[in-house]
């Protein structure tokens, strides 16, 4: 199977996204710290199949963000995005 | 009066899952279960080197770094060996076929203090080892599986095979590891995964 | 988070192919685009997750999804084969809020289908059938042949309601005699035909697999498309 084909989109991670931020985050923008390119979550590259979700910027392939899941517990390393920019809940 | 207390959570009537083997056996580690495919896991595009550019490294703590290019490093001798494999999203494969390099050739006459190595790869991925879980005919760097060269989806043409360990530390398209005196955590150690990541001890996550 | 649904109704959509409606004791609504999270879990605790876009439009008080087994998936050949009416199935959401369509929008509407990545689409060409105020609107359907075109004669009767939507579709593999559609994999003058002009600017919905979703999205930007009008879903290759 191509890589290619394996990398997905921040829809599909929308759910987990959820568990964490307790916002909807796929419309939340990130700003990447490595090239300053602005992306919406739902169009950023995620890599799903790894023993954590990758995400990585469109623009240069850098991680913006890494999270893995395990015993009860998350790690969220968001040191790829400079700025996550979302809308408050009303 | 007996208690019945139900612990089990909501399970899918009839649903059985890919199969996956739950023996109980001296060579599947805890929690573990045995595949027949050999499912292929991605944190990012997948490289694909030029071989006339590609290179192997020593480097770091290190008096003289060594380099091999691809065809000295195919010129070096190599061994065929069979192993379990443990990926630490719970699969286990066993009797996998590799051919490549052993680190104990490639380390050979190294000058260094260090007791730690950062394995390096194409597209920036890392992982950390003490240098004993190199040495001693415990790691291998291979370019066959199976007999066959080493597919791209795999780590191909070249990734680190430490079977004893989780097998995220197999670090795929490895180009090298850098010799250190502080270990260093790498890709998933820096967030959530173990430093040592034994299998035996089911050491998968900080903490464990 | 996670809720029970019943499944209420079984729909064979095509051969490889069939929508579940579900009975969601406590869905909260939903908006075209959006999709659940839907967990299995077998009788040793092994569990395993996939998502599935929203087929059925917000009007709707039944929630439905459509599902493509594929070979060797491990999810979809138990929803599609396994599963009966009367069984419960874990999921949640409904979930995203970047890949929706909300009637009230005037842009024209450009949407672009990979295969299963039609199903968010269709559920976007409900919502607009429902809607009092309807943008014009292009769908480009592209599939293998005839027989795995999913919802085919609902989007006939919906493109022939004269209400101004447009349904062209793509035959990659095999085309029945007499075919005059396009007949080849997705390029610069088939989305060239088929996209709006620039002005007024339109929204650009598109869903499949990576590849697909990527050389279309490319081809609208290089025609010049701005890429804020695009908003693409792309499934991967995994899953199932």
């Known amino acids: ?90 | 009066m007996a208690w019945k207390v139900d612990l089990m959570g909501f399970i899918s009537r009839g649903f059985r899952g890919k199969r996956r083997d739950n023996v109980s056996s001296a060579r599947v580690p805890p929690g573990q279960h045995v595949v027949a495919d050999f499912p292929v896991l991605s944190a990012g595009p997948t490289p694909r080197p030029a071989l006339d550019e590609w290179t192997f490294s020593i480097v770091g703590e290190i008096d003289e770094p060594k380099r091999w290019t691809w065809k000295e490093f195919r010129a070096l001798p190599s061994e065929t060996v069979t192993k379990d494999i443990h990926c630490v999203t719970k699969w286990s494969k066993l009797d996998t076929s590799w051919k490549g390099v052993s680190m104990d050739t490639l380390l050979e006459g190294v000058e260094s203090a260090a007791d730690f190595a950062t394995v390096f790869s194409d597209g920036g991925y890392t992982t950390n080892l003490p240098l004993d879980d190199l040495t001693g005919s415990k790691a291998w760097v291979v370019y066959e599986f199976d007999g066959q060269p080493l597919h791209p989806e795999h780590g191909g043409p070249v990734r680190l095979l430490v079977p004893h360990l989780y097998f995220w530390k197999s670090a795929k398209w490895v180009r090298g590891i850098t010799l250190q005196n502080e270990e260093q955590p790498g890709f998933w150690e820096s967030n959530g995964y173990h430093m040592r990541g034994d299998p035996w001890r089911e050491q998968r996550y900080w903490g464990d | 988070m996670w809720q029970v649904a019943e499944v209420a109704e079984l729909i064979p959509e095509t051969p490889r192919v069939a929508s579940l409606v579900l009975k969601v004791p406590d869905w909260p609504g939903h908006d075209a685009g959006q999709h659940v999270d839907v967990r299995l879990t077998a009788e040793d605790g092994y569990q395993a997750q996939r998502s599935y876009s929203i087929a059925s439009p917000p009007e709707e008080s039944r929630l439905a999804i459509t599902v493509e087994r594929l070979e060797d998936g491990e999810v979809s050949p138990y929803l599609v084969g396994e599963v009966k009416v009367g069984d419960r199935i874990e999921l949640r959401g409904p979930i995203g809020g970047y890949f929706v369509w909300k009637a009230g929008d005037a842009h024209p509407l450009l949407l672009i289908a990979g295969g299963s990545g039609v199903v968010p689409l269709m559920a976007m060409l409900r919502h607009r059938s429902a809607a009092a105020a309807k943008p014009p609107a292009r769908m480009l359907y592209s599939s293998r042949k005839l027989e795995d075109v999913i919802y085919k004669e609902e989007l006939d009767r919906l493109a022939a309601a004269g209400d101004g939507l447009a349904v062209t579709h793509v035959l990659t593999r095999a085309q029945p005699p007499g075919w005059k559609g396009y007949a080849r994999r997705i390029d610069r003058e088939m989305v060239s035909d088929v996209a709006w002009p620039e002005e007024p600017a339109p929204l650009v919905f598109i869903c499949g697999p990576t590849s697909f979703v990527e050389t279309a999205g490319g081809l609208l930007v290089d025609l010049g498309y701005d890429p804020s009008w695009i908003k693409t879903e792309r499934f991967g290759a995994t899953g199932g």
């Open chain 1, 1 to 90: 199977m191509e890589t290619s084909e394996m990398k997905v989109d921040g829809n599909a991670i929308g759910g987990l996204l959820r568990e964490i931020f307790t916002m909807e985050m796929t419309t939340a923008e990130t700003t990447c710290a490595g090239c300053g390119a602005v992306h919406a979550v739902g169009h950023v590259d995620v890599y799903v199949n790894a023993p954590g979700v990758v995400v990585r910027c469109p623009s240069c392939e850098q991680v913006l963000m890494r999270i893995v899941q395990g015993r009860g517990r998350y790690w969220v390393d968001l040191r790829g995005t400079r700025c996550l920019e979302f809308i408050a809940a009303p």
